[in-house]
Nanobody
């Protein structure tokens, strides 16, 4: 059974920091690209950051320089360190695991999400 369990969300003041975690099970974590998305109320789900199985990292322009994605293959966990948070970062943050084999999508799994609220 596949599980992606996010944690670490909460309420933080503008300028503050949070670290999100996503613990994975039931997938070949080391071969998976791990991604973070977020969805604000009434808006579409947006891609935030990704780290591939070989450690290539990319960020959305809106978070570049403030957020850092990392992974620990020994713990089957991906992290999102969020610094200098802004009210517009308020959203439900979702973890996503993707793997391609031979150019074909092998799997695409999502976590249940964790709420991040940035407010004074």
């Amino acid at each position: 059974q596949v599980q992606l369990v996010e944690s670490g969300g909460g309420l933080v003041q503008p300028g503050g920091s949070l670290r999100l975690s996503c613990a994975a099970s039931g997938i070949i974590f080391s071969l998976s690209a791990m991604k973070w998305y977020r969805q604000a109320p009434g808006k579409q789900r947006d891609w935030v950051a990704e780290i591939t199985s070989v450690g290539i990292i990319n960020y959305a322009d809106s978070v570049k320089g403030r957020f850092t994605i990392s992974r620990d293959n020994a713990k089957n966990t991906v992290y999102l360190q969020m610094n200098n948070l802004k009210p517009e970062d308020t959203a439900v943050y979702y973890c996503n695991a993707v793997r391609y084999q031979g150019g074909t999508l092998a799997y695409d799994y999502w976590g249940q999400g964790t709420q991040v609220t940035v407010s004074s």
